[in-house]
Structure formats: C-alpha cells, structure tokens
C-alpha cells in the first residue's frame, strides 16, 4: 500500500538553528500539506502546496517557514531559525486532488533545545 | 467559538460495548468530514469519510446532520485494538487543510 514517508523520525536542534525535514508524497498524489502538532494539543494545518506554489497557509506558516518541492518526489518544510515553542510532532500529508481525504506520514518528532 | 469542538473523554468502555462520539462544527461552508484515529504518539489515519446521508463500514457508522452542524461516530462490538484517539475533522468549501477537533480518547478495557 503506498505511503506517506517521512525523514528524519526525530531531529533535536539548538534553538536558532535551522532545520529541514522531508517528506515523500505518494506518488500520484497532487496535493501536499504539512501540519504539527504539539504535545497534548491538537493538529494544526501549516501549509499546502499544489503544482509548485503555496495554495494555502495559516497564520502559524510565517516568514520563518518555507515549503519547497526540489525535485519529482520530496517535499521540505524549513524551518529558518528555531525557536522552542517550534518543538512539536510536523506531519507531512498528500492528497490526491484538493478536496478528499489526506493521507499522513508518520511524523518528524522536532525537539528544540 | 472553536471550530470543530470534541467531547476530549476519556471515554473507558468494556470490550464488545458499543461508543458513541459527537462532534460539533462551527462553519456551516464546511463540505468535506472525516473520522481519523490516532495512536499515541503517531499519526492520524483515516477512518472513514462521512457522507450527507451516512455511511457504514464493518463496525462503524457515521451520520452527518448539516442542520445542525453535527457528526457522529458509532463504534459497535468494540474490539481492544479500537482503543485509540478518534479525530473529528472537517474541510471548507474551496479550502484545501483540514480542520482537526481535539479528539476523544477511547480506551477498550478487557
């Protein structure tokens, strides 16, 4: 069964640096979103990304994030200079077209020391 | 008022009872519902979408009630692997990002 992958599982990183994480998309998919979610809270939508741009973001996706699809099978979210309150589970997602269900990854634990 | 709003629970039933969860929403230009489960610590997978006029699948049963801006979930014969974080989650008309409740905890005692 295809899937959402995720790398890496967990990352720790001194406060103010900057971080990748990656995600691969199943492959037929259009649609790719990145959500987080803190620890004990709920998910949170940050961002989706269709045919090459930002179609969507929240008010949590400011200028110290950035999306990018570098190539035909890995979607990025960077984060430029991490804070602590960044520290939270980030889940990539993709879907097929921009209103059915999305399918997730298994998460980049990010903790910000 | 929160946009899609879960009873949290925790909610401990014994193994073959049947649960029900409710989810209330916000915004009536809602269009798309889903059910998602979660384990701790891991990911949300899909449940189940939930159609205007339910739908049903194995043990489970989703009903959508637009009037009132009301979803539930039917959970029957619960089984010790159902007990997991159930995610009510809704799309806007034209929006892309799904919109999470905070989820109920549900734990199958044997």
């Known amino acids: 069964e295809p899937e959402v992958t995720q790398t890496p599982s967990h990352q720790v990183t001194q406060m103010g640096q900057e971080v990748i994480l990656r995600c691969v998309p199943i492959s037929n998919h259009l649609y790719f979103y990145w959500y987080r979610q803190i620890l004990g809270q709920k998910v949170e939508f940050l961002v989706s990304?269709?045919?090459?741009?930002?179609?969507?973001k929240s008010e949590i996706f400011d200028d110290q994030f950035s999306v990018e699809r570098p190539d035909g099978s890995n979607f990025t979210l960077k984060i430029r200079s991490t804070k602590l309150e960044d520290s939270a589970m980030y889940f990539c997602a993709s879907s097929v077209v921009g209103d059915t269900e999305a399918f997730f990854g298994q998460g980049t634990r990010l903790t910000v020391v | 008022r929160k946009e899609v709003e879960q009873d949290p629970g925790p909610f401990n039933v014994p193994e073959g009872a049947t649960v029900a969860f409710n989810c209330t929403y916000s915004?009536?230009?809602?269009?798309?519902f889903f059910w998602y489960r979660q384990d701790c610590r891991k990911e949300p997978k899909l449940l189940m979408s939930?159609?205007?006029s339910g739908n049903e699948d194995g043990r489970f049963t989703a009903q959508l009630n637009r009037a009132s801006q009301y979803i539930s979930l039917l959970i029957r014969d619960s089984k010790l692997s159902d007990s997991a974080t159930y995610l009510c989650v809704v799309k806007l008309r034209g929006a892309q990002k799904l919109v999470f409740g905070q989820g109920t905890r549900l734990t199958i005692n044997p």
């Open positions: 939930v159609y205007s």
């Open positions: 915004n009536s230009a809602s269009q798309s």
């Open positions: 990304f269709y045919n090459n741009e930002i179609s969507e």
